[in-house]
């Protein structure tokens, strides 16, 4: 792609503030901020891996817990849906226990050892190194990271990271399979294993929805690693100070279980004021659940009274027909399922083909 139609967008955090810039291709309808796209910014050519090469950590010891690692580079940067800058704060300050197995991460534990073997085997060019923990020269009392695997090509001598990851629900933040359309939370972890190794190359390889094998190649950025790494210095100083302020809150739900989690004690005796507008913000809320919840039952009424027996609801014509909602079977009837990515409302207001055109 020319330089000339590149076109730079800037991500904002919701929290914690922090502007990180990307590189995105010229925008469209029914673009999403939290799908990154990368380009071949940065080396062409595969550097020589310069990361320090420290003590394994084992996720969820008490040296992992006080050290910023790939997997919470997502929640620190608010790019994930199981994590918050307010729930790593506090996981860094030792104030909550890290999160016990879930279902979620005990999928992704069994299918990582299948996920890497199948990619392998795809790939007889390269020789499979095994996974290590590295550093940044300077940075090993608090940064870290170990990729899932590392991967070497026989005839070139490129050395590759690799990370496996499932998707059984067919988000829509995945691209095109050889694109480099990936979800940005996995964006910046990558972009973290790479600033700590010193690779400059990581396959992203995805299982799923259904037994779909996808391959993503992600270029390491140098000028967006250090605004990362920079970020996570100042977060990680500020976790570690007694007085340190923590982030602001935002309306992330583990944000609210964070905070939750830190404050168990009660004082049955001891009332707090509140100012007014906190009071009337509190009250709007509560009153705006309730509002939209009937406004939903509404609206999910309506469709399946109009849908009948039909599996999907759609708008829009032909190839540009975007997906409403769908009925699935239940014990008690059926069940309406939202959309699973947005509505791309100019793909549907498109008027539709006349026949015998494509």
């Known amino acids: 792609m020319r330089s000339s139609r590149r076109r730079w967008r800037r991500y904002e955090c919701s929290q914690p503030r922090t502007v990180v ?35 394994a950590l084992e996720p969820g010891s008490s040296r992992w817990s006080r050290k910023i690692t790939a997997s919470k580079i997502p929640g620190i940067f608010n790019a994930s849906k199981f994590s918050s800058p307010t729930k790593e704060f506090h996981l860094l300050r030792g104030e909550i226990a890290p999160d016990g197995p879930s279902e979620a991460t005990e999928r992704g534990q069994d299918f990582e050892e299948i996920i890497l073997r199948r990619f392998f085997r795809r790939h007889p060019e390269l020789r499979q190194r095994g996974t290590r923990t ?16 590392i991967a070497v090509n026989e005839h070139t001598g490129e050395t590759f990271g690799v990370e496996a990851k499932t998707d059984g629900r ?7 399979p050889g694109s480099t359309e990936i979800p940005l939370g996995y964006f910046l972890q990558v972009q973290w294993q790479m600033h700590m190794s010193g690779l400059r190359k990581t396959y992203v390889v995805c299982l799923g929805p259904f037994y779909d ?36 809150v935002d309306g992330h739900g583990e944000t609210y279980n964070a905070i939750r989690r830190t404050h168990r004690d009660i004082e ?30 509404l609206a999910r009424s309506k469709l399946l009274r109009a849908m009948g027996n039909a599996r999907r609801a759609v708008v829009g014509h032909g190839k540009n027909a975007q997906t409403v909602a769908t009925r699935q079977p239940t014990k008690n009837g059926v069940a309406l399922y939202k959309f699973r990515k947005p509505i791309d409302w100019h793909a549907a207001t498109l008027p539709p083909h006349p026949k015998g055109t494509n």
């Not at 995105?24 to 080396?43: E, I, L, W």
């Not at 550093?135 to 990729?147: F, T, V």
Request: net charge negative; aromatic share 10%; proline share 8%.
């Open 268 to 297: 049955r005796d001891w009332d707090w004021e509140v100012s007014i507008e906190t009071a009337r913000e509190f009250e709007a809320a509560v009153l705006g659940v309730d509002a939209a919840d009937e406004a939903l039952n």
């Open 170 to 176: 067919g988000d829509y933040q995945w691209g095109p």
């Open 134 to 149: 590295f550093s940044r020269p300077g940075l090993e009392e608090w940064a870290a990271a170990n990729p899932d695997d």
């Open 213 to 248: 094998e996808s391959e993503y190649i992600i270029t390491y950025d140098p000028e967006l690693a250090a605004a990362i790494e920079a970020h996570c210095a100042e977060f990680y100083r500020k976790a570690m100070d007694p007085t340190g302020e923590p982030p602001d």
């Open 21 to 55: 810039r990307q590189y995105h291709p010229p925008v469209h309808r029914g673009t999403d901020p939290h799908v990154h796209r990368s380009d071949a910014a940065g080396s062409r050519k595969n550097a020589r891996m310069t990361g320090v090469e420290v003590t």
